[in-house]
């Protein structure tokens, strides 16, 4: 039934989808440089229309005719929109929109995405925290020059049903491309999804940086990242591409929220006015059994968190769902709402109750290696550039070696001043130990992940497995940091 649903959806979005490609990509195709011409044109401030109803993600068509498949195209170009009023902002999109399509999959599904690079640099598709060959994994060793076009496929693993995202991941300019608007969600479903009952809404969080005539200005997002990082700063956050949209709600309504931290720098430390709310999912899905009555989540860069929502059963009235504010070792992060909420008139809904139990998060079993992993800042400075074990990024040189199937212990010490949250490519991780100034330190309830907070100070520890084999990625996901070397490479031999 979910599925039929699904397929549904999917055709009526491919009205839409499909009409752009061939005439936008060649309009468009390696002219970066028009927001040059734009600039002059304009000179007042960039004024931000909010309130307006939450757009939902445009959906990506399945243009496979065979059961079990899915096919799709993505184009990566710049083209023109209008989001501040009186400018018009050059932004790179894939299929022209902002964020990019929503990818729906199946697990066991065969995928192939078709991926045309119609933008002024070479770029990659990353299928962020998904389990895919490492040669399909859109990593900064396999670009798609400028121009070219290449397909990407891939089998969805059994049991990874979840809310990921999709991003360029080129060599150094992976801030500059995700800066100027490539990100997109990817949700994978699964016949056994227990909340699957609950309406859902995605909401992909992203930052833009405009600049007083409404151009992307990404040295500014370079400097966040850099520097003061959690600094209100320049990057405007956004929700599914709006600045404080309006999202409306029946009085007592329960909904299910995917939210994914997709900026390239920002913590997000949510609450919701008035509110308590209840975790079911993070990364790589479900947990085992909902964490109810939480008043905040940190979601650092590229995490996701799937939480339900029930809104107070109260007639037209607003709450906010907001960043709180998140130092991440430094001063600052100031935070701010992010999207209100607003009840109707209408009759309120009866509470729902959520099923106990889950899907269950299995232990990898016993570690039989040990890996350490030291984030440090270069020199004295104590801005970075950041390093991984006392080097800098080199894709050519293997960092760690590991074994398909080997569960390993992973201490992940951060001797810096700043939180860096850290990915690897290619698994679903959990966390099994905190040290806080060599104390240990719970760490809750088992969890997958594939981007883990690693704060100032601390070491994190966690117990990992790659299933595939081939170099895969590991790094900071503050992507000024990636860029500027905070990068290693793991080397997954067969077994
Ligand atoms: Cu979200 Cu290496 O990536
Ligand atoms: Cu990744
Ligand atoms: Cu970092």
């Not at 997002?221 to 600094?231: D, F, K, N, S, V």
Request: net charge negative; proline share 7%.
């Amino acid at each position: 039934m979910r599925r039929r649903q699904f397929l549904q959806a999917s055709a009526m979005a491919s009205l839409s989808a499909l009409a752009y490609p061939r005439s936008a990509s060649a309009q468009m195709g390696g002219m970066p440089g028009m927001s040059g011409m734009m600039g002059r044109w304009f000179t007042s401030g960039s004024v931000w229309p909010t309130g307006l109803p939450l757009r939902q993600v445009d959906v990506l068509a399945n243009t496979s005719l065979v059961a079990d498949e899915f096919a799709g195209m993505l184009v990566a170009a710049p083209y023109l929109a209008s989001l501040v009023s009186g400018h018009t902002t050059e932004l790179w999109g894939y299929n022209n929109t902002f964020p990019g399509p929503l990818i729906e999959l199946w697990e066991g599904q065969r995928v192939t995405i078709n991926f045309a690079n119609r933008l002024g640099l070479e770029s990659t598709v990353h299928w962020h925290g998904l389990q895919v060959p490492a040669d399909q994994d859109g990593s900064p060793m396999d670009p798609v020059a400028a121009g070219n076009d290449r397909a990407y496929t891939f089998d969805v693993p059994l049991g990874s049903a979840g809310t990921y995202w999709y991003h360029p991941h080129a060599h150094q300019t992976t801030t500059l491309q995700v800066g100027h608007g490539l990100a997109a969600p990817l949700i994978v479903r699964s016949a056994d999804d227990p909340p699957a009952t609950l309406p859902e809404v995605t909401l992909m969080v992203t930052s833009l940086s405009l600049d007083q005539s409404g151009r992307v200005a990404t040295a500014a997002t370079a400097m966040a990242g850099m520097g003061g990082m959690m600094m209100a700063g320049n990057g405007v956050l956004l929700v599914n591409g709006q600045k404080l949209p309006l999202h409306a709600m029946t009085p007592g309504a329960t909904e299910r929220w995917r939210i994914i931290n997709a900026t390239a720098d920002r913590y997000l430390r949510l609450g919701l006015d008035g509110h308590r709310f209840t975790v079911v999912g993070t990364d790589g899905g479900l947990l085992g059994q909902p964490l109810p009555g939480l008043t905040e989540w940190l979601l650092a860069p590229a995490q996701r968190v799937e939480i339900v929502v029930t809104i107070a059963a109260q007639q037209s009235a607003r709450h906010a769902l907001r960043d709180l504010g998140y130092g991440g070792g430094m001063m600052g992060g100031a935070g701010g709402a992010l999207m209100t909420v607003e009840t109707g008139r209408g009759p309120a809904q009866a509470p729902v109750e959520l099923p106990a139990v889950l899907r269950p998060v299995a232990d990898l079993g016993p570690a039989t290696a040990q890996q350490r992993v030291v984030l440090s800042a270069a020199g004295m400075g104590m801005m970075g550039p950041f390093l991984i074990n006392g080097k800098s990024f080199d894709m050519n040189r293997v960092d760690l070696e590991t074994v398909v199937g080997r569960v390993e212990l992973w201490d992940l010490v951060n001797v810096t001043f700043m939180d860096h949250p850290i990915h690897i490519h290619g698994t679903q991780f959990q966390v099994v130990g905190r040290t806080v100034r060599g104390v240990a330190a719970p760490v809750g309830y088992p969890a997958w992940l594939d981007t883990v907070n690693v704060p100032a100070g601390e070491t994190i520890t966690i117990k990992t497995r790659q299933t595939l084999p081939g170099r895969r990625m590991f790094h900071c996901h503050i992507l000024p940091h990636e860029d500027a070397g905070m990068m290693a490479v793991l080397d997954v031999q067969a077994s």
